[in-house]
């Protein structure tokens, strides 16, 4: 090539100046953000990636927002149930000691119906303050409501989980065969012929009996049902008086009946148990403790005990209902992760059952007070006892299978999603560092050749001298 004067070297030049300036932004831009990319032209397929990736991180995020607000509501209504279940422990001693009546002045009956009292205001106190942002949790408004066919043919109808959503869920319940107590007929006829002590044990626990030659059966009867509430055995008197018969208190295969001679005649050694009903319900078996079913299948999970009921009833479990049929919660990103959790009142007129009483029957003055019987009262605080245990250990197996492992999962998918978007889309320093070093470099050699090219035009003037 000849020795010319033109820029076509400086105009290479500045070419290559112009693009390394702009690589050099380009990274400089990356370091700035801490992204890969900023712009679709960056990368248009790993742009695509991100914006997946950022909207499950979006509905990861929520979720767990959900699960731990979740959380913390479920842990109020399990503290409040942990402090109910105290009192009525409370209640069931003092009941309990109330039936040895002939150990306990008019004074001490007094202050303990007080304390009684006092315990099933503070229960009902309880209830009506446990609240999660202003809504109530234990006063009811949170169960899951149904509709029985027959009135009176179930009872205590408890839902503690159903099927999200609105739509109603109905279940044909059906009774194959009745439950029985356990029964020892004629456990003494006439008084005994010498003072004789025998034992007599049930489901709750053992009493021994004294049975004086000089008593008459309607006297030790008297005394059997003293103990009731220590043993779970009731007695009845037959055939004029003359008859002792035993009944467990219960019905089921867990209650029994036993007598045991100590010393002395006139009680034989027997023993007798209950049986359980047989019920199924949409055909399938379920647990059964005495006329107390128990069933879980498809979703649904509920107890009720039986009333009338000798054939077939319909229970319809409500999807939806003036207001609310149970409390639902999101445990997941989706619609199908949904679950609704049922939270019965625990008032003191809510505790117990048909059968056997409610709570607050127990005050002064209601029908199942220690002044009018204790054995009873007793029998009605553990009834309600069973249930805030059962309902607690609910509220806490939802909260440990179902919340906290919902929790725990979505806290390790978004660890992989936030993992996976930074191998798409974070800077690494190091590299950029290296390449900024690099077009500093070449943006430096640049410069300098474009003095080199500027030289080379003015020897072309040397020449003309």
Known sequence: MGLTVNNVTTLSLLNILGQTSTAQESVLYRMATGYKINRGADDPAGLLA????????????????SNQRTDAILGVADGALSQISSLLNEIQTLANGAANDAGLTADELAANQAQIDDAIASIDRIVSNTQFNGLKLLDGSMAINTTVGTAGAITDV??????????????TISRDSAASNAVLSSVMTTSTSEDSTFSVQGKLGTAVITALSTENVSSVAYKINQAKSQT???????????????????????????????????????????????????????????????????????????????????????????????ATFQLGTSADTRATLGIEGVYSAQLGNATEGYLKSLVSGGGN??????????????????????????????????????????????????????????????????????????????????????QQSAQVLSLLR
């Open 50 to 65: 991100v914006t997946s990736l950022n909207s499950e991180l979006t509905a990861v995020n929520a979720g767990i927002q």
């Open 232 to 326: 779970g055995v009731s007695a009845v008197v037959t055939g004029s008086g003359k008859v002792l018969n035993l009944y467990s208190t219960d019905k089921g295969s867990d209650a029994f009946v036993r007598t045991k001679l100590i010393q002395g005649s006139g009680i034989a050694d027997d023993s007798d148990y209950g049986v359980d009903a047989v019920v199924t319900v949409n055909g399938q078996k379920t647990a059964v403790d005495g006329d107390h079913v128990a069933y879980t299948a498809n979703g649904i999970s509920l107890s009720f005990d039986l009333g009338s009921l000798t054939s077939t009833v319909i229970l319809t479990i409500k999807g939806s209902d003036t207001g609310r049929s149970g």
């Open 369 to 454: 007070s220690l002044l009018d019987d204790p054995a009873q009262a007793a029998t009605i605080a553990r009834v309600a006892a069973a249930q805030v245990a059962t309902l607690q250990g609910r509220v806490g197996g939802f909260q440990k299978f179902q919340v906290r492992t919902s929790l725990d999962s979505l806290t390790n998918t978004r660890e992989a999603l936030e993992k996976a978007k930074s191998v798409i889309n974070d800077v690494d320093y190091a590299v950029e560092s290296a390449e900024l070093n690099r077009q500093n470099i070449l943006m430096q050699s640049a410069i300098s050749l474009l003095g080199v090219a500027a």
């Open 158 to 171: 408890k839902v503690y989980s159903r099927k999200a959503g609105s739509s109603d869920t109905t279940l």
